[in-house]
């Protein structure tokens, strides 16, 4: 397994609150945009989504590469971002 950024690490190390989309291990400025064009401009919304798809990692994948075109580098950096810190804080 790949070592984890310090964004991942940053992510991981504390509440969510109201982090924005950006904030999230994967995602930069040009996903985020595409993602707060949708709706999904906080890092807790698409925790959310997230959620609604069971931690499922494929599905998930899947709905951040429909939503807004991550390549597999950022899906898997976003999945393993909100994997862990579900695993800390819920």
Not at 18 to 35: F, N, S
Not at 42 to 71: H, I, M, P, S
Request: some cysteine; charged content about 30%.
């Amino acid at each position: 397994m790949s070592s984890t950024s310090q964004k991942h690490k940053d992510f991981v190390a504390e509440p969510m609150g109201e982090k924005p989309v950006m904030a999230l291990a994967g995602i930069g400025e040009v996903l985020g945009k595409r993602l707060e064009d949708k709706g999904f401009d906080k890092a807790y919304v698409v925790l959310g989504q997230f959620l609604v798809l069971k931690k499922d990692e494929e599905l998930f994948r899947d709905w951040l590469k429909d939503t807004c075109g991550a390549n597999v580098k950022q899906q898997g950096d976003c999945y393993g971002c909100l994997k862990e810190w579900c695993d800390a804080f819920l």
